[in-house]
């Protein structure tokens, strides 16, 4: 597992190379460019992390709490802030300890997002990670608007070695949940999977399948832990903010899957997003095979963000 660990976070700091070179060098910049530590050089630091994708409202917590501790510390030199900016970083996107529960509990895994995002791989791949656990695995494929979504979802229920319920192309997708829902409970199974469709007629037909096929787990399945997990793309920046915002009308948001983040440049959106919306990202993907998605962890991701080897940060990790 050490090991397993090892490689994907040489996978993860690979993976965030584009972004580093585009929100560090520029930090950097400021932090060994500035003589002292006054106004122009917050306001150059705030607007490179902005221009990073990290996002306004995160940057103003993440400034605040550096304005605290210089003042604290009694810093003089813009260059001692750079530990200070990595811890800030880190405290602003801490998962929760509880962020994992799913996996103690009887649970449903309701995964949404737009067509694209890797939302059906995401799936297989979180299937395979439960599976791996000793866990009973149940997918429910109620995609069925995309053409072979449902073969796609096969594909990865084999891969995973996990049971999949699915429907006919085009069927309803809340009778698919509701089959699903009640085979899951009749097999006890412990954590059934829902793939749902990205793009119906128009996003308002959308929204209203999501509230309907939530309505049915909560009728038929009352006792069953809840996860609802949108999936957005990393590469897409802002517009995945803007993704989980309509989204979040739908479903009551619990985490987020951030896929695609090998070869970014916007790879500060994963700051952004859990600060804006408040909702953690749950995994990070950094590639294809079931390996490459991992549970999030902010002293990982801030490390390969920053380059920073663990045992600079006095972690035992």
């Not at 449902?150 to 069927?171: K, P």
Request: proline residues 2%; contains cysteine; aromatic residues 6%.
């Amino acid at each position: 597992m050490a090991e397993e660990k090892k490689g994907f976070f040489g996978r993860l700091k690979a993976g965030l190379n584009k972004t580093r070179d585009n929100i560090v060098a520029g930090i950097d910049a400021v932090f060994y460019g500035a003589s002292e530590i006054d106004d122009d050089f917050y306001e150059e630091l705030e607007e490179t992390l902005i221009m990073g994708d990290i996002g306004v409202n995160a940057t103003n917590d993440i400034m605040e709490r550096m304005k605290e501790e210089v003042k604290k510390r009694h810093l003089r030199q813009p260059s001692e802030c750079k530990q200070l900016l990595v811890e800030s970083i880190k405290e602003q996107m801490h998962v929760g300890e509880t962020a994992y529960d799913f996996e103690k509990k009887q649970s449903v895994i309701f995964i949404i997002g737009v067509n694209g995002v890797g939302k059906t791989t995401s799936v297989g791949k979180l299937a395979g990670i439960l599976k791996g656990q000793g866990k009973k695995v149940l997918i429910a494929a109620a995609d069925t608007f995309r053409a072979a979504a449902g073969e796609q979802l096969a594909e990865w229920a084999h891969r995973a070695g996990v049971d999949m319920i699915g429907g006919t192309d085009g069927a309803d997708p809340a009778s698919v949940i509701y089959d699903a829902v009640n085979a899951a409970k009749a097999r006890n199974v412990d954590v059934l999977i829902c793939d749902t469709a990205g793009r119906l007629h128009n996003k308002k037909n959308l929204m209203e399948e999501l509230k309907k096929m939530n309505r049915i787990i909560d009728r038929e399945f009352p006792d069953a832990h809840r996860e609802n997990l949108i999936v957005l793309d990393g590469t897409t920046g802002q517009n995945a903010m803007a993704q989980a915002r309509e989204f979040g009308e739908a479903a009551n948001l619990t985490g987020i899957i951030l896929t695609k983040m090998d070869g970014t440049a916007k790879g500060g959106i994963a700051v952004a997003i859990q600060s804006e919306l408040n909702v953690p990202v749950k995994y990070i993907g950094v590639g294809e095979t079931i390996e490459d998605l991992q549970k999030f962890n902010a002293e990982d991701f801030v490390n390969a963000l920053f380059d920073v080897k663990p045992e600079e940060t006095g972690s035992d990790e």
